[in-house]
């Protein structure tokens, strides 16, 4: 493969030394895409496969009638002597070289499957290669590559396949044959051809091309400056809006805090003020206090004494009163007795 794909390039290289001035025509077609779009080689293919898998079956209802056979063998083996079975043996050992020579007929690199589709294959590549000679020579192409063959193609851009170029060619081709009057086979000639090129009308369309192409990319690049431009200025503008507020915002704190520390400084003044006054006041109003309640004290002590004068006093005159009662009823009594 390697050995392909380095003959494919030293061609390319030889081409384009060859003809450098007017430059190299490249194409490529891809092989699987125009078979699956040429109905009559879909259709072989499909009455092919069906005949393929009917070969298919046949071997499997073979092989396993051979299955079938030793199972059986296996199960008589008591009841059989040597000899015959050694004869079963024989003919199941036959049966199914038979089978396997049948298969490799049908399937083997030479057999029938193979050689069904080498003879499909064959006209519909013969009349790709056709398609592709006149293709080639009608419109001057330099290389026409196989995409679905083994010299892989990293890329390809889309305008430079042939594919449906050379499935309309076997198409009209095949309209060509299968044409039964006259009117016909003229429509399908007059449609056979292929237009020929202006190479000189196609490099200077190539040209424009490809000029509109890098102005295009020019405008492109230019706009997505000027949008990266504009979306700079923004950032900028929005990164000093945000650090002015911020510094406005640093400012309005301080000011608040210097607000804050002044007032706390004037009630701290305050409060000590009020603290000394109350503990002069709270000093005088003291030492008043206590002059007062000594002199209460005093007021409170005589008063007790006065008043344990007073009980006392009146306990002497209750005393005195129950011992003149004592008396009298002690008088009363002894008068009543005389």
Known sequence: MQNKVLFLLTLVLL???????RGVRVAYIDTEYILENVPEYQEAVAQLNQKADKWKNEIEVKLSGIEQKRKDLSNEKALLTKELIEEREEDIYFEEKEILDYQQKRFGPNGDLFIQQKQLMQPVQDQIFAAVQDIAS???????FDKSSDGTMLFS?????????????????????????????????????????????????RALEEKKKQRESVIEEARKKKLAEREA??????AKRQKILEEREKAKQAKLDARKKASENTE???????????EAKTETKTREQLIEENRQKKIAER???????????????????????????A?????NNK
């Open 15 to 21: 081409s384009l030394s060859a003809h450098a001035q």
């Open 138 to 144: 009608s419109r001057k192409y330099d290389f026409i």
């Open 157 to 205: 851009a889309k305008h430079y396949d042939l594919s449906a170029m050379v499935i309309k060619s076997i198409t009209r081709t095949a309209k060509r044959m299968q044409a039964q009057s006259k009117a016909e086979r003229k429509a399908a000639e007059a449609e056979d051809l292929v237009p020929e090129v202006n190479l000189e009308q196609e490099e200077r369309a």
């Open 233 to 238: 200025k923004v950032k900028e503008a929005e």
């Open 268 to 278: 701290e003044s305050k409060t000590e003020d009020v603290k000394k006054d109350d």
């Open 303 to 329: 008063e007790e004494r006065k008043k344990a004068l007073e009980e006392k006093k009146k306990k002497i005159l209750e005393e005195r009163q129950k011992a003149l009662e004592e008396k009298k009823k």
């Open 331 to 335: 008088r009363d009594s002894i008068n």
